[in-house]
């Protein structure tokens, strides 16, 4: 073979491994914001539910300091995450400041009872737990009445089953256009040098041997286009980073590495998976076939 045709075959296939990861890792990018945007839902709908308030009331005839005993108490429940105590003063103090006037003038005493605001474990905060949460804290006499946001709660549970449920489709649907895509690549790249794998076959290489150096080179270009697709969604969590930096809440440390983990792994699987395939397929196919593909 002369030097100008190893080189035309050479930068052939450097344009095919160029093309091969370029192409993986657009396909590598849909995935990752697939489990990027589900894994985000799922941290939302949690800082959600812990953020939505059951209010408890306390009677009228509880004092404020035996209002903040039963509040120590309150604390000590395993489905309480934070409770914030609002002395009767306070409430009095916060309602003058936003009406601009003081009730207890007119009214002659101040009309407000000790209260508490308490934020539940995401784990307790759907419609079943709540009922016995209720129950549970009006089992203190000194509680008069507890209330929450039924309806906001429930919202919140149908959306996050809509979007999980929406986001496992997109991620199967994603999977299958993917595999087919890296395939027809990964096939044509293959393609090129079915006669090299047949002479090794002819001359007594085993499958693992003839394997070996493709599933090598596969391992490489699924690794580098991970790793392209995972600074391309970096550069979209900083741009949303820099946009808006409360974003940090539903956007953990654990997410961007259960991210950056799945798109490597996804590139990894994928690339393999797709070269064994194709070999083996010219692995099997008699030699009279070879000129017919």
């Known amino acids: 073979m002369s030097s100008n045709k190893r080189r035309r075959n050479s930068h052939g ?16 990018i849909l995935l990752g914001l697939v489990v990027f945007i589900g894994l985000t839902a799922h941290n939302l709908s949690e800082y959600m539910k812990e953020n939505l308030t ?10 404020n300091h035996e209002a903040a005993v039963v509040c120590r108490r309150m604390q000590t429940r395993p489905y309480v995450i934070n409770l914030e105590y609002i002395s009767s003063d306070q409430a009095l103090k916060e309602q003058t400041a936003a009406l601009g006037t003081d009730p207890s003038e007119f009214l002659g005493a101040n ?5 508490a605001e308490i934020h539940l474990r995401a784990s307790c905060a759907n419609s079943d737990s709540l009922k016995w949460i209720a129950k549970d804290l009006k089992r203190y006499k000194q509680v008069s009445e507890v209330s929450y946001q039924k309806d906001l709660m429930e919202s919140v549970n149908r959306n996050l089953q809509k979007i999980m449920l929406v986001m496992v489709v997109i991620a199967v649907l994603l999977t299958l256009v993917s595999f087919s895509l890296i395939n027809n690549t990964v096939r044509l790249s293959i393609y090129a040098r079915r006669f090299t794998i047949n002479t090794m076959k002819l001359v007594g290489a085993s499958w693992g041997f003839i394997r070996r150096p493709f599933l090598g080179v596969a391992v490489l270009e699924g690794l580098i286009a991970g790793i392209i697709a995972d600074l391309v969604l970096a550069g979209g969590v900083y741009a949303l980073y820099t946009y808006e ?17 799945s798109v490597l792994l996804f590139g990894l699987l994928i690339s393999v998976v797709c070269v064994y395939v194709s070999v083996t397929r010219f692995l099997r196919m008699p030699t009279k076939r070879l000129y017919r593909v």
Request: hydrophobic share 50%; proline share 4%.
């Open 13 to 28: 296939r450097g344009l095919q491994a160029v093309t091969l990861c370029i192409s993986t890792s657009l396909v590598l």
């Open 54 to 63: 059951v209010t408890v009331m306390f009677g009228e005839d509880v004092t």
């Open 111 to 115: 009309p407000f009872v000790p209260s």
């Open 245 to 261: 930096q409360d974003i940090t809440a539903v956007v953990t440390w654990e997410v961007l590495a259960i991210t950056g983990a």
